[in-house]
């Protein structure tokens, strides 16, 4: 099929605003595969790999945009590139062109605003950070492809201006009330939230909304921060900032598990403090709490500790579910041995991960997953799967030049079809993450591959069951109950949390 491509020199769009532009491109009639990006080495490499390179491509400089399409005729394709034109003028309104800038410098001048927001090629996310720094602005940087050394300088800058560096690859936060890049509409509260984890610091908001509590702030700082390469720099001065809040009355931090030196640099500071802290180190079962140190390993005990310690009360009960256990499970077939999930958020796969990990001897095979740290359960890149295999489609190795499956599902959606077809495969865990910046309708972009995954399943004569859960709120832009509602007259079984999931998986399978 012909592919045509159009170079746009001087003109720029943040990488979030780019996925998603695509996305609307990818579904136009006669489309069969379109590409919008910058012209760094990685978008190209990218573009070479899924077949639509040109010689115009090849000499875009990192300050081009590309538009590159394959469509079924030379005139279609030609339709498409003005389209995505218009798609891409159209997004512009009318307030964001008075309030559009082409530097920082002029950005900054013109703004009261007290922090500022990188979404560019990760190549200039560093020393964009750093203008907006030495103009004593904090910063939220959403951009990833940042060296560690440049993390590490930025942060000890920052520190040193008493100023926050949330990021790089920071996707959530959410700063006097204001939802930044992926965030949840949740109530304003008194729980004051430092989150090395995107997903994860989404999870224990939308619960602590669900529980009746509230956020004050909720601090991203990067996943990498509490590596032993920066020390928990954000993590330890977000902390310190949150002690200092008047509306903050109980503390949580949530990461996975810290390296050893940094998690005793940042228990000693959280001891000092004279608040409520909560810490949820994901699947860390290590510690115990004490004085003012509430230690849990999941999300939703993390939400109901902090809650409690707001002094609101709590339902601390189990939730029980009328599933029809004993009919599921005696539905499958011999070899429908394993649990597979296919997710778009790290720190749920992570959750699912622990709670069948700690059921193993309950369950038949292994628990192998690409977010696992040891290497005796990871699941190469590009592996099939095996065993009760779980796939965080939202990491790197899925995600490099391509729109992260909370925006397009399209990924997503082929790998949960391939695993549904494995006659091995008794039942599917998947997530919808809702907020802003996410897909405008994660289930109605999933329902037709849930519905051939039943129907192939069906055809061979296997019994599937799909379970999932939906992240957000009923005042995210998605709507929460609409997602539900969706996925139940599909035949899928949702679940109230993270960490259900995996218990309901168990019991289902359980023999």
Avoid: W
């Amino acid at each position: 099929m012909p592919v045509q491509t159009k170079i746009l020199s001087g003109v720029y769009a943040d990488s979030m605003t780019l996925m998603a532009l695509s996305t609307k491109v990818n579904k136009l009639p006669g489309v069969q595969k379109a590409m919008i990006g910058m012209g760094t080495a990685m978008n190209k490499a990218v573009i070479s790999d899924v077949g639509l390179m040109s010689s115009e491509v090849e000499a875009a400089s990192i300050g081009d945009m590309i538009y590159a399409v394959e469509c079924e005729t030379e005139e279609i394709c030609a339709e498409t590139l003005a389209k995505i034109d218009e798609l891409r003028t159209a997004s512009v309104t009318d307030q964001d062109q008075k309030n559009s800038y082409r530097s920082l410098d002029k950005a900054v001048e013109d703004s009261d605003s007290s922090l500022v927001v990188i979404s560019v090629p990760g190549e200039y996310a560093a020393s964009e950070a750093r203008k907006a720094l030495e103009k004593d602005k904090n910063v939220m940087i959403f951009s990833d492809n940042v060296t560690v050394e440049d993390e590490l300088s930025l942060k000890q800058f920052a520190h040193e201006k008493g100023l926050l560096v949330m990021g790089p690859d920071c996707g959530t936060a959410i700063i006097n009330n204001v939802g930044l890049c992926f965030a949840n509409a949740v109530n304003e509260g008194s729980v004051g939230v430092v989150a090395a984890s995107g997903t994860g610091a989404q999870e224990l908001s939308v619960q602590v909304d669900a529980l009746g509590g509230g956020i004050s702030q909720l601090i991203g700082v990067g996943g990498r921060d509490l590596s032993e390469d920066i020390g928990g720099i954000m993590m330890i001065d977000g902390l310190n900032m949150l002690a200092q809040d008047d509306q903050t009355k109980v503390i949580v931090l949530i990461s996975k598990p810290p390296a050893e030196a940094v998690t005793n640099k940042v228990l000693e500071v959280a001891k000092g403090i004279d608040k409520p802290v909560v810490v949820c180190f994901i699947g860390d079962e290590s510690a115990e709490s004490n004085a003012n140190l509430h230690f849990t390993n999941n999300t939703l005990e993390a939400a109901k500790k902090a809650v409690q310690s707001a002094g609101l009360s709590v339902n601390t009960d189990t939730k029980n579910y009328d599933f029809d256990y004993e009919r599921i499970n005696s539905s499958f077939a011999a070899n429908q041995k394993f649990i597979r999930g296919v997710f778009c958020g790290g720190t749920i796969c992570d959750e699912v991960f622990y709670v069948l990990k700690n059921a193993s001897n309950n369950v038949a095979g292994n628990i192998v997953s690409n977010v696992a740290k040891n290497a005796k359960d990871q699941l190469p890149i590009g592996a099939t799967s095996h065993d009760n295999a779980l796939i965080d489609m939202g990491s790197d190795e899925f995600t490099s030049g391509r729109p992260h499956p909370m925006i397009d599902p399209t990924d997503r959606n082929a790998r949960l079809i391939k695993e549904a077809q494995d006659p091995e495969t008794a039942i599917l865990l998947l997530d919808f993450v809702l907020g802003y910046g996410s897909n405008e309708d994660p289930v109605g972009a999933a329902a037709e591959s849930i519905k051939q995954a039943y129907a192939d399943a069906k055809k061979d004569s296997r019994s599937l069951q799909i379970v999932a859960y939906v992240l957000g709120t009923n005042r995210d832009p998605q709507g929460k109950k609409n997602q539900i509602d969706q996925l139940k007259s599909l035949g899928v079984h949702v679940i109230d949390s993270v960490v259900d999931m995996g218990s309901v998986a168990l019991k289902m399978l359980h023999k």
